[in-house]
DNA sequence: CTCACTACTTAGGAGATGCGCG
DNA sequence: CGCGCATCTCCTAAGTAGTGAG
């Protein structure tokens, strides 16, 4: 019965979106849809605005497994004294105990919110014993997961194909949905094992607990026609409703921001296939007019209002160097990073010469998961005159652009496009600057066409500043491949000493063998050939130590330019994505015609 | 305008998987 | 056939952007 109230709360909900979804229904009428549906099969019904699905159903979120206390012959130690935690503190002991061998299990603000957490889990009696974390003995239990990661990595093949086929089973049971008579599959079933939070860089929040996650906290949404998920026995759900106007089929609310976490759909699927596609055809719309636009905050620059200035200037970045919107976020609740609007004013520096290049500015702060974005560009000399101007009379800490935020910058750019947003600027730059560079570049073998492509790949993780941790081995495995260089070369040597032997050999008193010259040569020519593959593969991995390719290719480079190059190259598109991005790729994969132009 | 709330995309790292080589 | 490394998959944090109330 609460069910039902539930939902009707929810049809009430609906009435008040519908103005949401007109001006939604504007933006999918400035993009036409046909070509792609037909292509993709995606031609029935298109729904009413909002409308996301007619049918969907599925079978709840997966859920982890419940805690099994410690064995009796691993215990904790209090300041030297052997205690029995309760269920529940022992719990969170164990998580702290894993995580002993991390950097961060020794960081203050990590053990204090760790051990605050943790004290809210004991019973009364421990909290009276346990006041000092540096009593705290967890070295068995420590042990005990070292033990345990062991014995998992010496899996006989016996034993990992039955762990293997068990996670297929929950895989084949939970993994997938139907969607509007299309099964399926579903991006993350399961529900967020609990733990200790560890946000990225200085985290506030860091070695706070993550609860478990109860049926009683999780929010199913499917149809009102089909099946309804089955709860864990024992359990019920929080909610049951039916909106088709969210993509979502289940949600909670975690407790260390207080956010609600989704479950959703593999980007493999229809419906995160054609958000896709809608993405890049608004980037490619915004092709169409990024002249006019950037004439028009070229013009900004000079405006009376401060506002706008600092929105032009804050759009030359955007647009120029690709920077993230900038969105203002809760103090203390994240950790300090910034994108374009939240910039402050120590982190950037004005040099009115700087390396021979006049009006540059130096950028350096952090930006989302705490990456650093260093960078000393040179700016026209308007921009330069605004920055200054926007510098006067303040503080380090104080706000660059302070008569500016992402929402005002947002509903000027949608005014001068349906659909543009901050965001778009990146899309468009990312892409754009892919097929640039893929038409200057020419090569002939399938290996220098490869790095050709991650060559090009890797200018836009640049400009996008994706970044990742140099690997550990990297150093290690980069002089193997220089090992292996050099004795290609060695052999490669050999090769031709051998080949001009034949070659005289032949000459002076005719050959007791006449294909061996024509070995000699075929041999030389493999040696070449596989050095050649080699030093190919050093130049690309030097160059990639710390740029990660992977998200610009996933989010941000229009995969129709991609095949497209495949097709006018004649590189198997399998060179270029993985299977799974072959997937997510697959409408741009199916309906790309070698003359594509983003 | 601000604030709270919601829904969705984008992000790097850890651990699992798998592949080439001797 | 096992080993060591590169690649891929999974995980979930951290962004963007929109809505509506006050």
Not at 285 to 314: E, F, P, W
Not at 495 to 515: F, I, R, V, Y
């Amino acid at each position: 019965h609460k069910q039902e109230e539930e939902s009707d709360r929810e049809a009430e909900k609906k009435k008040s979106k519908k103005k949401t979804e007109k001006v939604n229904s504007c933006l999918s009428q400035v993009i036409c849809l046909p070509s792609i549906m037909l292509a993709l099969k995606w031609e029935e019904e298109k729904y009413e605005d909002g409308v996301k699905w007619k049918f969907l159903e599925h079978n709840g979120p997966y859920f982890p497994a419940n805690y099994e206390p410690l064995p009796d012959n691993v215990h904790f130690y209090y300041n030297g004294k052997k205690v029995k935690l309760s269920l529940a503190a022992e719990e969170v002991a164990l998580f702290f105990a894993q995580m002993l061998d991390h950097e961060y299990s020794t960081k203050k603000v990590f053990r204090d919110n760790f051990f605050k957490d943790w004290r809210k889990e004991m019973t009364h009696e421990e909290r009276l014993l346990i006041q000092d974390l540096e009593k705290c003995d967890f070295g068995e239990l420590h042990a005990m997961h070292k033990a345990k990661v062991e014995a998992r990595k010496n899996m006989t093949k016996e034993e990992k194909l039955v762990v293997k086929e068990a996670n297929q089973k929950i895989v084949d049971e939970y993994g997938y949905c139907l969607l509007d008579h299309h099964k399926e599959r579903i991006g993350n079933f399961k529900i967020e094992p609990p733990g200790l939070f560890r946000g990225r860089g200085e985290h506030p929040k860091q070695g706070m607990l993550k609860k478990r996650i109860q049926p009683e906290d999780v929010i199913i949404n499917c149809s009102k026609e089909g099946r309804i998920p089955i709860p864990p026995a024992g359990h019920r759900w929080k909610e049951v409703r039916h909106d088709n106007t969210v993509t979502w089929l289940a949600s909670w609310t975690e407790n260390i921001q207080g956010s609600i976490k989704y479950i959703m759909l593999n980007a493999n699927s229809k419906l995160k296939g054609e958000k896709d596609w809608e993405k890049y055809e608004i980037a490619r719309k915004l092709k169409s007019c990024v002249d006019d636009i950037r004439n028009q905050y070229m013009q900004d620059l000079k405006s009376k209002h401060m506002g706008t200035r600092q929105r032009a200037v804050a759009l030359y970045f955007i647009d120029k160097l690709a920077l993230r919107a900038g969105n203002e976020k809760e103090e203390g609740e994240t950790a300090d990073t910034v994108g374009c609007c939240s910039l402050r004013v120590e982190h950037i520096t004005l040099h009115e010469l700087l390396d021979g290049s006049e009006c540059v500015v130096e950028f350096d702060f952090l930006g989302k998961d705490c990456i650093r974005y260093y960078n000393k560009v040179p700016v026209i000399r308007k921009v330069f005159k605004n920055l200054k101007l926007f510098l006067e009379n303040k503080q380090p800490g104080d706000e660059l652009f302070d008569r500016l935020n992402t929402s005002v910058l947002n509903k000027h750019l949608s005014s001068l496009m349906p659909g543009l947003t901050a965001k778009v600027f990146r899309t468009y730059n990312a892409s754009i600057t892919l097929q640039q560079q893929l038409k200057e570049l020419t090569n002939s073998n399938v290996a220098e066409k490869l790095l050709s492509y991650n060559r090009a790949n890797r200018a836009v993780a640049i400009l996008c500043n994706h970044q990742r941790a140099p690997p550990k081995t990297f150093d290690q495995s980069m002089a193997n491949l220089q090992a292996k260089i050099d004795a290609r070369k060695e052999q490669l040597a050999l090769a031709k000493t051998e080949l001009k032997q034949a070659k005289k050999e032949a000459k002076t008193k005719g050959s007791s063998d006449p294909k061996l010259v024509e070995r000699k040569k075929a041999a030389v020519k493999r040696c070449e050939e596989q050095l050649l593959k080699m030093e190919v593969q050093a130049t690309d991995r030097e160059e990639n130590k710390q740029i990660a390719l992977g998200t610009s290719k996933l989010n941000y480079l229009d995969p129709r330019i991609s095949v497209a190059w495949c097709k006018n190259m004649e590189v198997l598109v399998d060179k270029i994505y993985n299977k799974s991005q072959r997937d997510k790729f697959a409408w741009a994969i199916d309906m790309t015609e070698a003359d594509f132009e983003f």
